[in-house]
């Protein structure tokens, strides 16, 4: 069984461009989850999806950031503009059921310039 | 906000086993106790998770106290792939719920 696959697994961009993030989660797993970590500290959460719609984005820092799972999927993160405090890395988990031992990806690491 | 308290880092000699304590003195009926870990530069890995029974896997045991205020992971083996910080988290099996990582345990394994 694949696992959760994430593209690509470096970015490095300057400040104000944009940057899309992707995660394929493991075939039928219905939630996917984006989480993020900052150099020095913890892992947070981002969103939840469930197939395609979005049950739970209150980790989202701002509307720069946009999240989509069109299709119930594979689900992408965008970042627009980028800014400095955006660098760090990104993960992407997907779990059958809600909080059913997630599978996380390797995650991108993002570092914005 | 985490609902779980682990001590900052721990020690464990290569072969012996490795005892992680996770104290969740608030914990919910409903809530399972879940352990992932992270190996530097990886992705989050999930262990073992349990309700109030005890639990074993290929990976792990899990030991939750009878009033379910704390728990232990044990490594009966720890080697030197198992340095990592391990996070013990709280949470119900609920469309609604997800993890909240906390700030771990940093173990060390010594060769």
């Known amino acids: 069984e694949a696992g959760v696959t994430q593209f690509p697994s470096h970015s490095v961009i300057e400040k104000g461009q944009t940057v899309t993030l992707r995660c394929d989660p493991i075939?039928?797993?219905?939630?996917l989850y984006w989480y993020r970590r900052v150099m020095g500290k913890e892992i947070k959460f981002l969103l939840h999806?469930?197939?395609?719609?979005?049950?739970?984005e209150s980790g989202m820092p701002n509307n720069r950031f946009l999240a989509e799972r069109t299709g119930g999927t594979y689900s992408t993160l965008k970042v627009q503009p980028a800014e400095l405090e955006d660098s760090g890395v990104y993960f992407c988990a997907s779990s059958q059921a809600p909080n059913y031992g997630y599978t996380f990806g390797s995650g991108t690491r993002l570092t914005v310039v | 906000d985490a609902k779980t308290t682990q001590p900052p880092s721990m020690d464990c000699a290569e072969g012996r086993a490795a005892n992680l304590p996770c104290n969740h003195s608030t914990i919910s009926g409903n809530e399972y106790v879940y352990w992932y870990r992270q190996i530097h530069s990886q992705g989050p890995q999930y262990i073992i998770h349990g309700l109030k029974n005890n639990e074993t896997n290929e990976m792990a045991s899990l030991i939750i106290t009878e009033d379910r205020k704390s728990s232990t992971l044990i490594l009966p083996h720890a080697t030197l792939r198992d340095t990592a910080v391990y996070y013990c988290i709280v949470g119900a099996w609920r469309r609604d719920d997800k993890i909240i990582f906390g700030k771990g345990t940093r173990l060390h394994i010594l060769p």
């Open positions: 999806f469930v197939k395609e719609s979005k049950q739970d």
């Open positions: 075939s039928g797993h219905d939630n």
